[in-house]
C-alpha cells in the first residue's frame, strides 16, 4: 500500500492506493538491448471536425446554435427588438453556460426552441423580421 496525498479544488485527501502491479521495468533502460528499427505504419486520415454553424450575415434572417447543449434560458420574446450583442439564449454544454448573442440588431419574429430542450449544432434558435 502507497499513501498519498491529493489536493481538489483547493481540498487535500490523504488516500491509501494498493499497487497491484509494479510498472517498473525490470532492468536499467540504459542496460537493455536496443530494439530493431521497425517502419511506421501509416496511420488513418483525422476525421473531419464537425462543421461549425456559419457566422450569420447582416440582415439574415435566421440565428442558429454554434454547438449542442440544452437550453437554460430565453431571455427574449418574440416581438422584441435586439441589439447586436445582446444574449437572447443560453444554453448549458458540458456544465459550462454559454450566452448565445445577437449577431445584429433587429426584431424577432420567432423563437423555435424552449427551455430544457436539447438542441444540436445548426438548429434553428430563432429568425428576425
Do not use: C, H, R, W
Not at 479544488?9 to 494498493?18: A, L, Q, R, W
Not at 488513418?44 to 434572417?61: F, R, S
Amino acid at each position: 500500500m502507497k499513501k498519498l496525498k491529493i489536493t481538489f479544488n483547493g481540498k487535500s485527501y490523504e488516500v491509501d492506493v494498493e499497487v497491484l502491479k509494479d510498472d517498473t521495468p525490470a532492468t536499467m533502460p540504459f542496460l537493455s538491448t536496443p530494439k530493431p528499427a521497425v517502419a511506421p505504419t501509416p496511420m488513418a486520415a483525422p476525421a473531419a471536425a464537425p462543421k461549425a454553424a456559419p457566422p450569420v450575415a447582416a440582415g439574415a434572417k435566421n440565428l442558429t446554435a454554434p454547438m449542442n447543449g440544452v437550453v437554460l434560458e430565453i431571455p427574449v420574446k418574440a416581438g422584441d427588438t435586439v441589439k447586436t450583442g445582446q444574449v437572447v439564449v443560453v444554453l448549458e454544454a458540458m456544465k459550462m453556460k454559454t450566452n448565445i448573442t445577437s449577431p445584429q440588431d433587429g426584431k424577432i419574429a420567432s423563437i423555435n426552441i424552449s427551455v430544457n430542450d436539447s438542441i444540436e449544432s445548426g438548429q434553428l434558435l430563432l429568425t428576425y423580421e
